[in-house]
């Protein structure tokens, strides 16, 4: 027991989630609370010791089922019923499988991924793969996408007033039922991997970084759909930076009133000073973000960012560019959400000029020619790209103008340090004439950038 806890925690520490010696020590001492024989008892002790947080939880459940697998017969509770499910059609399992979903029949559920899993995921032994293509198709042989669809339509909610709130309830039961049998399939896949190639190598082929640890650019929908739930409270923390920064770098004046009047008490000699406390002006931001393909992910990023920054400055312009150069502050202040913004930018090829390839030095000189009036010495300017221009003219000249006229210039990139001014790269060139360029690959980049500035 004591090998399995300590191999959950070092895959944990492989994957960033941190691990201390005493949550470590604490995991053990908590196996003399719970029966070692329940596993579940015991997955829900280790796991308060060692998984701290919502994306930490989710690892610890992957790692803890290849290290400690569930057991084929604890799978197989349906007396007499094994050999009947092996002989079904296809279609006949989904259609149990849609009534156990509906009435939350978790042994039938787990009986049915069994025999999916064993006749439609083709898995291959000796191969070192996670798994994900033997999980995809075993799910397509029961049409997992509209599953819960199928579920709602089975009991559809009445004619009334209530009816679209119950109907809502009804899919949202659903989808939480669909996704428990999808979490079923993948630990089934999961545990005749382990029983082929072992827990440790099976492991590192399902490693995989957290969602505050993925890039951007390369990360898969569901860790991106948890970073977008943690981007809005960056951006809030994001403006206070800003604002904070501004409000104690003012100067105080002095309170000629306040000092006249505490003076009465010293006989009219003003010994204590009162001095007005600072209010300057609210802070403008100007946010220039490249949307061009290469950058797609992070664009999304941005543009939610710059949705959550709205309320802390008195003036808010969004531009967007990839060889053109347009505004659109008007469709993130108007769309009802952000995804609505964005498909309204792709619709009507916003930023976009003449070949749609990246021309940074074009872009500059537009927003130059078009929205100069935007920056003026309150002017915060952030710059969201990789600054990859294909090689043509940068035009550095235009952004050292902004920097003149500008308050501060920073410039965040998606791309890893080490590949900056590589091939048609010109970070460089930019760099001199910003207050700070950030490698900004993925959330914590984005968190560490925010603390730079408060």
């Known amino acids: 027991m004591l090998d399995v806890i ?6 944990l520490r492989r994957m960033n989630v941190p691990v201390s010696t005493s949550e470590l020590i604490d995991a053990a001492r908590s196996l003399r609370t719970v029966p070692l024989a329940d596993r579940e008892a015991v997955r829900a002790a280790v ?12 690892a610890f459940g992957i790692v803890f089922d290849l290290f400690w697998p569930r057991n084929d017969a604890e799978g197989r509770r349906l007396a007499d019923g094994e050999s009947l499910f092996e002989q079904l059609p296809d279609d006949e399992l989904r259609r149990i499988l849609l009534q ?3 009435k939350d029949g978790t042994s039938a559920m787990r009986e049915v991924a069994r025999v999916i899993v064993d006749r439609n995921a083709g898995i291959q032994p000796g191969r070192a793969v996670a798994g994900t293509f033997y999980v995809f198709r075993a799910l397509r042989s029961v049409q997992a996408d509209t599953l819960a669809d199928d579920v709602v339509a089975l009991d559809p909610p009445a004619e009334g007033p209530t009816r679209s709130l119950s109907l809502r309830l009804a899919r949202e039961r659903a989808g939480r039922a669909v996704v428990g049998f999808e979490r079923m399939v993948e630990t089934e896949v999961r545990r005749r991997l382990v029983e082929d190639r072992g827990a440790e190598a099976v492991a590192a082929t399902l490693r995989t970084p957290l969602p505050a640890d993925a890039d951007f650019l390369t990360a898969s929908t569901p860790v991106i759909e948890h970073m977008r739930r943690v981007v809005d409270p960056l951006g809030r923390a994001l403006g206070h930076a800003l604002t904070a920064k501004r409000r104690r770098s003012g100067r105080a004046h002095l309170d000629f009133r306040a000092t006249i009047r505490d003076s009465l008490s010293t006989g009219g000699v003003p010994i ?6 600072p209010r300057p002006c609210k802070p403008k931001l100007v946010v220039i973000a490249d949307i061009s393909g290469s950058v797609a992910t992070f ?5 939610q960012l710059t949705s959550a920054l709205q309320t802390r400055f008195s003036s808010l312009r969004s531009f967007v560019f990839i060889d053109g150069m347009d505004e659109v502050t008007d469709l993130l202040t108007a769309g009802p959400t952000i995804r609505d913004a964005s498909a309204r930018i792709n619709n009507e090829r916003r930023g976009f000029w003449f070949d749609g390839r990246s021309d940074y030095g ?3 000189q537009l927003f130059q020619e078009k929205y100069a009036d935007a920056v003026d010495s309150r002017t915060t300017v952030l710059l969201l790209g990789d600054a990859r221009g294909n090689y043509r003219e940068p035009h550095a000249e235009v952004l050292a103008g902004l920097h003149g006229r500008a308050a501060r210039v920073f410039w965040l990139n998606p791309e890893r340090r080490v590949s900056w001014n590589e091939g048609d790269s010109v970070v460089a060139e930019y760099a001199e004439h910003c207050d700070g360029v950030f490698e900004c690959r993925n959330i914590n980049d984005l968190k560490n950038f925010v603390e730079s500035l408060a």
């Open 6 to 11: 300590e191999g959950v925690a070092a895959e």
């Open 47 to 58: 796991g308060a010791c060692l998984a701290k947080s919502v994306p930490h939880q989710d």
């Open 100 to 102: 156990s979903l509906a």
């Open 272 to 277: 204590r000073l009162h001095l007005r406390k």
């Open 299 to 303: 664009a999304q990023f941005t543009l």
């Open 362 to 364: 074009h872009a500059l």
